[in-house]
């Protein structure tokens, strides 16, 4: 063998040995290799007191794996690592590099955007040195998640029972916490609204209050409101047309959290689900000819599109659509994206998603015909309406009526199935016309709370706070509502959408989290930490320091927390232990909940909970790392989550919920 080529992925793997020939052997680390250790002073594998050193093992779950990889590596001329263009692709390879003694300032790491032929070869040609830059900043947010989630867990489970905190699902909970609080505390208040509806030439239309006398109208009660009504009577006057042609230009394509939030809103896929198709979509599906990857790396947050699909998408629009379709390229990156990819955009738009439909899921066939039609919409001519509003005057009183018409759909003309905007035409009237009303009516409302979080809008908001990267939002919503610290359900019977609810033991742990942590656990400080981490991909700061600065803040508050907080008192099941008399509590093992004797541990009685129907499995967007289909969340029998590889029984993988391979411990005989 001359050369040997190491992904992470299975499906991935079999994609590109396709584009490469007999010449070259592709072979898949299934994910890392290596880990934390899970060992050490306070089993955190990282040495503190040593320049916060890491101490890296190589996972149970694949020693065969890298055993192989050893095996054919003596065989290989070359090597080249080719993991996924970001951070954590960038460490996965280091970690290849150093099991396998590879020299890390050889060029042998290649990069590519796109899983076509063409990225590809083109990558092979320019191979570089492993990024340490990148590397460091990938080891530094591992460390500073290592250390924040087992110290805070390890001092929550002690204390208040709760599962486990992390540095970004904390911000997360914390942000559905204090929407909780602010609905609870808001008070409604009253408001009225009044129109005046007109028929002319048959045609419906009406009028909103717009002033009263120069002030905006502000109507706060029913004596306002028939005061109004009183003072409104025909005939009303026609003061002032005003007509102009409004643009709309198109969204720009998606980037990784727009993705997510408009698949939700638009497919009704959650971000794991919309994760996982994207990552099948990009690392290849057979299309008749064999495996292809159809879209571009489905993690990033840049806006920019490559200068040959430009060139080939202004093509297809003026032959499909025609010239005066093609619109102007635009690209608006926010202050903190890396900008290290294109936008998600098919790979080629000869896969039109009806000639390939045949070869993908519904599933599959909607994410990928909504990138197709987003990235060639953001290329096209803005689409043009004709606004016209109507001001009719009584009395003091102003009362306007808008309408809009399109006369040039624009980019529409390919995204008008994801948009929802309507035509609301008003019938031609003459400036200066007196029109008598039909009807005049006054409406009283109250102003609502905010609005809870759905799936689209936390990830919005994370976003725009700078908190977490959107590669990790899925993951976040998972780990929270597997944490049992909120539930994703509907406000009412009749409601489909679903939102984000805190759980008593959510509010419990984000209580404790603001009273000990505040100063470490609160959106600035998060935001600024992701800002750091990004300084040091870019090699203009020293991630030692950055955890050191770190550290000399959130121990000293960890020591205070355990002399301080409060235990939780237990939850008494209400019947006394059948062997010592004692009180029963319900206690909560790393298995799940269970009921145990309040004298524990000279009475060691214990008892499981009566058990519910069986709980469904769920979607997790994540792909098995053995054979590549999907993982499922279940539930075992001692009440507690796992993933679980949807092959089963061909396929046996499963992990904890954390991602983690479990670990057996043979019994004693």
């Known amino acids: 063998m001359k050369n040997l080529v190491i992904v992470e992925s299975p499906s991935k793997s079999k994609t590109i040995e396709k584009y490469l020939g007999k010449d070259y052997k592709v072979l898949s680390s299934k994910g890392h290799i290596r880990d934390l250790a899970i060992k050490g002073k306070e089993g955190l594998g990282v040495d503190i007191e040593n320049g916060f050193t890491p101490q890296y093992v190589i996972s149970d779950d694949k020693k065969d794996t890298v055993k192989k990889l050893k095996e054919e590596a003596k065989k290989a001329d070359n090597i080249y690592l080719a993991t996924d263009p970001d951070r954590e692709g960038e460490a996965i390879s280091w970690h290849l590099a150093q099991v396998l003694d590879l020299d890390l300032e050889a060029k042998d790491r290649i990069v590519f955007n796109e899983i076509t032929k063409t990225a590809v070869l083109n990558a092979l040609k320019e191979p570089r040195a492993i990024d340490l830059d990148l590397v460091h900043s990938q080891e530094t947010r591992r460390i500073l998640d290592r250390i924040i989630g087992f110290k805070l ?74 005061a109004i009504l009183a003072r409104s009577k025909d005939p009303y006057l026609l003061s002032d047309v005003k007509k102009q042609v409004k643009r709309r230009q198109a969204r720009l394509p ?33 299309i008749g000819s064999g495996p292809q990857g159809l879209i571009t790396y489905m993690r990033t947050d840049s806006t920019r599109l490559s200068n040959d699909f430009i060139k080939a998408a202004d093509s297809y629009i003026e032959e499909n659509y025609g010239k005066e379709y093609i619109g102007k390229y635009r690209v608006k990156n926010d202050e903190g994206a890396q900008d290290a990819h294109e936008a998600i955009r ?96 006054a409406e009283q409302h109250f102003t609502e709370p905010p609005s809870r979080y759905t799936e689209a809008r936390l990830i919005k908001a994370l976003e725009e706070e700078g908190v977490g990267r959107p590669s990790t939002y899925a993951t976040i919503i998972d780990t929270i509502i597997a944490r049992a610290y909120v539930e994703l359900k509907t406000a009412s019977e009749s409601s489909k959408t679903k939102y984000f609810f805190p759980t008593e033991q959510g509010e ?14 609160n959106i600035k400080y998060t935001a600024e930490m992701e800002k750091e981490l990004d300084e040091i991909a870019s090699g203009k700061e020293d991630g030692r320091k950055a955890l050191e600065d770190f550290y000399e803040r959130f121990d000293p508050l960890v020591k205070e927390a355990y002399e301080k907080m409060d235990k939780k008192a237990p939850e008494f099941v209400g019947e006394k232990c ?84 479990p670990k057996f411990k043979r019994r004693k005989k």
């Not at 638009?266 to 290849?284: D, H, N, P, R, S």
Request: proline share 3%; with cysteine; net charge positive.
């Open 346 to 441: 098919p790979t080629s738009l000869e896969n039109d998603p009806e000639k390939i439909k045949s070869y993908l899921t519904n599933d599959q066939y909607k994410l990928y015909r909504f990138i197709y039609h987003r990235a060639i919409a953001s290329l096209m001519a803005d689409a043009k309406n004709d606004a016209t509003t109507y001001t009719f005057t009584t009395a003091d009183l102003t009362y306007q009526s808008t309408g809009s018409v399109l006369t040039f759909d624009g980019f529409l003309k390919a995204y008008n199935e994801y948009d929802s905007s309507k035509d609301t035409p008003l019938p031609p009237v003459k400036e200066g016309s007196e029109l008598i009303s039909k009807d005049l009516k």
């Open 578 to 661: 059948p062997e010592c008399g004692g009180d029963l509590v319900y206690r909560q093992s790393r298995y799940g909940k269970f009921i145990s004797c309040s004298n524990y541990p000279k009475c060691r009685y214990t008892a499981s909970i009566e058990k519910k129907d069986k709980e469904e499995p769920e979607h997790t967007g994540k792909i098995c790392p053995e054979c590549g289909a999907e993982l499922l969340k279940r539930k075992s029998r001692y009440g507690t989550y796992f993933l679980g590889c949807s092959n089963y029984p061909k396929c046996k993988h499963i992990e904890n919920i954390d991602g983690e391979k």
């Open 508 to 521: 419990l742990t984000d209580e404790k989290l603001k009273e000990y942590f505040s100063s470490v656990i």
């Open 254 to 286: 998606f980037i990784t959290s727009t993705l997510q939030q408009e698949a939700s809103t638009k497919l009704g896929f959650g971000a794991k689900k919309t994760m996982m198709i994207a990552q099948m979509l990009y690392e290849g599906i057979d």
């Open 153 to 226: 867990s390890k001092l929550l489970q002690s204390k208040i029972k709760s599962k486990s905190a992390g540095r970004v699902q904390s911000i997360a909970l914390r942000m559905i916490c204090d929407r909780e609080k602010e609905i609870r505390a808001f008070k409604a208040e009253e408001y009225w609204t009044i129109k005046v509806f007109f028929n002319e030439d048959g045609k419906d239309f009406s009028a909103d209050l717009y002033k009263v006398g120069t002030k905006k109208a502000a109507i706060k009660n029913k004596e306002e409101a028939d």
